[in-house]
Antibody
Framework: QVQLQESGPGLVKPSETLSLTCAVS????????WGWVRQPAGKGLEWIGH???????YYSPSLRSRVTMSVDTSKNQLSLRVNSVSAADTAVYYC??????????????WGQGTMVTVSS | QSVLTQPPSVSGAPGQRVTISCTGS?????????VHWYQQVPGTAPKLLIY???YRPSGVSDRFSGSKSGTSASLAITGLQTEDEADYYC????????????FGGGTKLTVL
């Protein structure tokens, strides 16, 4: 079955760029849509954005100016970049698969998450 | 503050029934967007519990059910079990968010 595995540096300095990848195994990344969600310690889930058809992206308005998502079909992986990070970006970052639902899609498969700390 | 409002906590004794509400507005739930529910046991990734307002993914117990009316949705859990103790999140879309999705603030369920 399809599995997701996030990876990236666990520590990023303030003002720098956070870069994460999500490796998709057991299936083709081209067959689905994908998204990223983050969760600060002790807090709720925050929608970062999602990508359809490998290129159509939708970002949370609160993060839109700093976020870029992309799909690399040759590597079967999803990428996330967040620019100009601050301590407020410290969180567990999840990649997840979207399933098509008539009234708005849902995340049916999640990676285990990767912790990112922003600190000098 | 999320546009979807959930109670911070609910509780119930084993065997009881509890409900968790998710209150939105005319730009999200009331606009016809579906509501999905996730269960998150602390330290683990969220799990899809209900999609499309009321449908259960394969493998999810029929003790979990979802409903929607107007600008609100609810998750009901019957026959509470200790393993149901977790955080629960509703999720939908909002026309003011330019196509982005949104989660509710989450509800901590305690099984007494």
């Amino acid at each position: 079955q399809v599995q997701l595995q996030e990876s990236g540096p666990g520590l990023v300095k303030p003002s720098e760029t956070l870069s994460l990848t999500c490796a998709v195994s057991g299936g083709s990344i081209s067959s689905y849509s994908w998204g990223w969600v983050r969760q600060p310690a002790g807090k709720g889930l925050e929608w970062i954005g999602h990508i359809y058809n490998g290129e159509n992206t939708y970002y949370s308005p609160s993060l839109r100016s700093r976020v870029t998502m992309s799909v690399d079909t040759s590597k079967n992986q999803l990428s996330l970049r967040v620019n100009s990070v601050s301590a407020a970006d410290t969180a567990v970052y999840y990649c997840a698969r979207l399933i098509s639902v008539a009234g708005g899609d849902a995340f049916d498969l999640w990676g285990q998450g990767t912790m990112v700390t922003v600190s000098s | 503050q999320s546009v979807l409002t959930q109670p911070p906590s609910v509780s119930g004794a084993p065997g009881q029934r509890v409900t968790i509400s998710c209150t939105g507005s005319s730009s999200n739930i009331g606009a016809g967007y579906d509501v999905h529910w996730y269960q998150q046991v602390p330290g683990t990734a969220p799990k899809l519990l209900i999609y499309g307002d009321r449908y259960r993914p394969s493998g999810v117990s029929d003790r979990f059910s979802g409903s929607k009316s107007g600008t609100s949705a609810s998750l009901a859990i019957t026959g509470l079990q200790t393993e149901d103790e977790a955080d629960y999140y509703c999720q939908s879309y909002d026309s003011s968010l330019s196509g982005s999705g949104v989660f509710g603030g989450g509800t901590k369920l305690t099984v007494l």
